[in-house]
């Protein structure tokens, strides 16, 4: 049972234009969702993350927007660079308002973002 | 300085085997993970501790037996490799577990040590 779903495995953007990378959720009990990135042969990263009593979040270039009622939470970069180029990883876990949650995170499969020059 | 940092990053080796993966972090953190990410690309926790205690134990083969000596270091001992086992596995830890004002829930992740069963 896939609780995080991020329904695109790739994604191609022209330089300088803006990436949307999407995620779907399941659990409405997920109330802390985290974005990571991922180059080849080395450990996803974390980049940003949203709590459920906002519906969006801003760091730089990146921006996390959440619709609860969709149960999506999408990243948009903007503008894309070449550097940017990497798996993106959407993360969710419960218990960051309740507390007790144990960082357990549960990850979609990602989705590889391409930006080409 | 590499902040989780395992070994080996790559293990090949025969099915029945015995293998270990060593994870160790410098950064001070209370929290070990071990996440397997498969071929599908997903990438699943395995086992959680919390100063030295296990907290997360998934649905994992009990080939698998998890060993935290201290806080900085959570070990992967692996009995009877199966063909299945292939995999990257990736330690990660964090500063305390979820929720709690400044807690971002942020993991920190190795690099990575991927095992091919033949």
């Known amino acids: 049972d896939q609780q995080v779903k991020q329904n695109s495995p790739s994604l191609s953007v022209q330089e300088g234009r803006i990436s949307i990378l999407n995620c779907d959720y399941t659990?409405?009990?997920?109330?802390?969702f985290l974005w990571y990135k991922k180059y080849p042969a080395e450990g996803p990263t974390f980049l940003i993350s949203?709590?459920?009593?906002?519906d969006k979040n801003e760091d730089g270039r990146f921006t996390v927007f959440l619709n609860k009622s969709a149960k999506h939470l999408s990243l948009h970069i903007v503008p894309s660079q070449p550097g940017d180029s990497a798996v993106y990883f959407c993360a969710a876990s419960v218990g960051r308002i309740l507390t007790g949650g144990g960082n357990k995170l549960t990850f979609g499969t990602g989705t590889q973002l391409k930006v080409e020059l | 300085d590499t902040a989780v940092s395992q070994t080996p990053k790559y293990l090949v080796t025969q099915m029945g085997n015995d293998k270990s993966i060593k994870c160790e972090q410098n950064l001070g953190h209370d929290t070990m993970y071990w996440y397997k990410q498969d071929s599908k690309k997903f990438l699943k926790i395995m086992f959680s501790?919390?100063?030295?205690?296990?907290?997360i134990n998934e649905t994992v083969p009990n080939r698998f037996s998890p060993k935290s000596p201290d806080k900085a270091h959570l070990n992967l001992h692996i009995n009877s490799l199966e063909l299945g086992d292939s995999a990257v596995y990736f330690c990660?830890?964090?500063?305390?577990?979820?929720?709690?004002?400044?807690?971002?829930?942020?993991?920190?992740f190795g690099e990575g040590s991927r095992l091919t069963v033949l």
């Open positions: 659990n409405s009990m997920f109330d802390y």
């Open positions: 501790y919390n100063n030295k205690e296990l907290i």
């Open positions: 990660a830890s964090s500063l305390g577990l979820a929720g709690g004002l400044g807690n971002t829930g942020e993991l920190f």
């Open positions: 949203i709590s459920s009593i906002k």
